[in-house]
């Protein structure tokens, strides 16, 4: 049994106790969740990878069951229809199992169609959240509808995690880090980058259509790609280093991480990598309940700018090279973004759970998360050094090419680039870091 099956009726009277405040502030008197349909590539009777959606998946561990749908009515036991067709071309769903089942009145039907029996009679009533390709009933009467106030709402508290959310996480996690510890040794054995990803899928039990996304696998320069994900299959002479931004998944809850190795263990570059690190892991512990994450972003460019003046590659004190746009240059994403049953999680500038937007800092157009950190969140942290081209000459082109030793670079953009990136959990105390937790554990 998971893990997690202890912590399920926690976590989903904690659903419906939202879901209830949810359609009061809509006007609604039902929750309704399809799972979502199959997308057909155009001209071609080829589908995409089926993806779940995600308001479906917060409430139970399925991910591979289109045309379902649960109803959730405020009072009442929630409803799962349930789809296991009759088809022989295909795999059915088996039959419901599983600790999640008796929390649930479940009716199994046999066509996607069937479902509209038993959704609530009048779907002017309902709050349907989903795709409008999941629309049922004659001219496609009951339709995702998507109210913004129960929207604002239910994504503004999923960013507190729930007790059983944390363990899902956690499972999420050690299958991923099982799989970076297989992919270093395939990088370290000399495979190519196609090689090190099949390792990859190999250790984690999962293909690419199952992983949370796809693998950035980047050896040597193909690192300073921030999303790279070209998969030579043949490995570049000399191997210099690799970059592996990968995650893995359980029961619809993802783990991202990153890490950076040199091939010489020894080198400037190795040097580099383990300054990043220091500098990641003092991040991780300022995850903390009442930390402005803005902040958090910009403490990230000051210590990345002390690194680059420490190895010589910027000419100017730190604090000069954040406020004059240098640090971004080397590092221009965000330090990170909210995760859980996405890996980027919804409503990271929420001002409210009645809307809103918090801004981004100015000149800091990519980060993913403003809000003030509390108990429950779950948020990645991922500071980057990287040598790209096109940004160190939009440096040059601002006039800022005396603040770099292009020396430096020139040395090391053969290496592409450097990320470390942890999954944390801010808790009323020290921070919950999932990801050291289970390198840790072997």
Not at 79 to 98: C, S
Not at 209 to 232: C, F, K, M, Q, R
């Amino acid at each position: 049994m998971s893990t997690a099956a202890p912590l399920y009726a926690d976590h989903l009277a904690t659903l419906q106790a939202r879901t209830a405040t949810a359609l009061e502030r809509g006007g609604f008197d039902h929750l309704v969740v399809p799972s979502g349909t199959a997308h057909y590539q155009v001209f071609d009777d080829r589908d995409y990878p089926y993806a779940v959606n995600p308001q479906f998946k917060h409430w139970l561990p399925l991910t591979r069951n289109p045309g379902s749908w649960i109803v959730a009515t405020p009072g009442q036991k929630p409803k799962l229809v349930y789809l296991q067709p009759r088809d022989y071309w295909h795999v059915v769903p088996q039959a419901p199992e599983g600790y999640w089942v008796e929390h649930f009145d479940v009716v199994v039907i046999r066509s996607a169609d069937d479902a509209l029996k038993h959704l609530p009679r009048n779907a002017q009533r309902c709050a349907v959240l989903g795709e409008t390709q999941s629309a049922l009933g004659k001219y496609g009467a009951f339709r995702p509808n998507n109210p913004q106030p129960v929207l604002d709402y239910l994504e503004y508290h999923r960013a507190f995690k729930t007790p059983y959310e944390i363990e899902m996480l956690r499972e999420a996690t050690r299958r991923g880090v099982r799989a970076h510890q297989a992919a270093e040794r395939a990088f370290r054995s000399g495979a190519s980058e196609f090689g090190i990803h099949l390792s990859y899928c190999q250790a984690a039990g999962q293909d690419a259509g199952e992983l949370p996304y796809s693998n950035i696998v980047a050896l040597n320069e193909h690192g300073a790609v921030l999303h790279y994900t070209e998969l030579d299959r043949v490995p570049p002479r000399p191997v210099r280093s690799f970059l592996l931004d990968a995650g893995a998944s359980h029961g619809g809850y993802a783990c991202d991480i990153t890490r950076t190795h040199a091939y010489d263990t020894g080198g400037d570059f190795q040097a580099l990598v383990r300054a990043v690190d220091q500098a990641e892991q003092a991040l991780c512990a300022q995850v903390r309940a009442g930390v402005d994450y803005r902040q958090l972003h910009l403490d990230a460019h000051l210590a990345l700018a002390g690194i680059l003046k420490d190895a010589g590659i910027i000419t100017v004190a730190a604090e000069e090279a954040v406020a004059t746009g240098v640090s971004s240059a080397f590092f221009p994403h965000g330090v990170g973004h909210g995760l859980g049953l996405q890996v980027h999680d919804v409503a990271g500038f929420a001002a409210s759970d009645r809307g809103g937007t918090i801004a981004k800092p100015d000149g800091h157009p990519y980060l993913r998360l403003t809000r003030t950190l509390e108990p429950g969140f779950v948020v990645t942290i991922e500071p980057g050094i990287y040598f790209i081209d096109m940004l160190l000459e939009d440096l040059k082109a601002a006039g800022r090419g005396a603040s770099v030793d292009w020396d430096r670079v020139e040395a090391f953009r053969p290496y592409g680039g450097i990320r470390i990136e942890d999954n944390v959990v801010c808790t009323d105390a020290d921070p919950l870091n999932l990801t050291r937790e289970a390198f840790a554990a072997g």
